[in-house]
């Protein structure tokens, strides 16, 4: 049995997709489910039962779980890089996986979480998944100290060796239309180009930087799911890893794809980055990835140009995984 915590949110439900492509439906599912647009995520899923995300916890807490449990995927966090309530962040996304951590080390339960690139904060400090620079990083906001919190308590509890945590870097595809604001920068723009034929990027405020020409490791949200189950597969590899491509990418290159993947001319409006998130925004972030290869994941990563492509199918459908 697989407990799968975050199921109807983005990555989650793609992960519970690819466990019912590969046969398996023993799965426990846990989210909180207010939206309905984020209930089609789980539109033609298979799962054993469902559990909300506060009676699941309490459910750990009081060590009730009595199913057989083979592994824990704890994708449910608050996922919003702006948000402003320290005490959420703290509850949502460090105790609750704490809890989770401590219930599946008393019980021997392969235990994988997601963390985030925004740990690494301005990059200052490289983008490596060692973690003896952990103590290093100064992440950027509420949200990125929440998931370094964790990686912190991990490895200053000697226990990272017997669970794993991923740094996901910009991740993007089906699923994610619930998200609002916090869609991916293909989702979002995908609109506006169908209907004015132009994407909006920000402008950069560093001279050494053009406008447009800020970097990011994006990442298709399959091969995301492929690195999750290549854990899943191998419960004998722990730690920190990232989950990247490890080749960073401009904005105008998402741009150029996005347009061509529609068949339509290149047209980029940059405009002016809010007053607030100028001090936050990250002008490049590039997983290394030398550390999961080192691992054994051999599978190599969709190139942003088919990536778009292949999500650009799902957005004209608005279809889902």
Known sequence: MIVLTGAVGFIGSCILARLNAMGRRDILIVDERKDALKDNNLTGKEYEKYFDKKEFLEIVKKDKLTEPIDAVIHMGASSSTVGIDKKYY???????????????????VRFIYGSSAATYGDGSCGYSDDERILRRLKPLNFYGWSKHKFDLWAWENKVLDKMVGLKFFNVF????????????????????????????????????????????????????????????????????????????????????ALFTALGKPVNIEYIEMPENLRSQYQYFTQADISKLKKAGYTKPFTPLEIAVKD???????????
């Open 173 to 256: 595809g089906p699923n994610e239309y619930h998200k609002g604001e916090m869609r991916s920068v293909v989702a979002k723009a995908y609109e506006r180009v169908m209907k004015e034929g132009k994407m909006l990027l920000f402008k950069s405020y560093r001279p050494d930087d053009k406008d447009g020409e800020q970097k990011r490791d994006f990442i298709y949200v399959k091969d995301a799911v492929d690195v999750v189950l290549f854990f899943l597969e191998h419960p004998n590899v722990n730690g920190i890893f990232n989950v990247g491509t490890g080749v960073a990418r401009t904005w105008n290159d998402l741009a150029k």
């Open 311 to 321: 999500y650009v199918g799902y957005l004209k459908n608005r279809a889902y995984i």
């Open 90 to 108: 703290e509850e949502n996304n460090f105790a609750y996986t704490q809890q989770l951590a401590l219930w599946c080390l008393r019980h021997k």
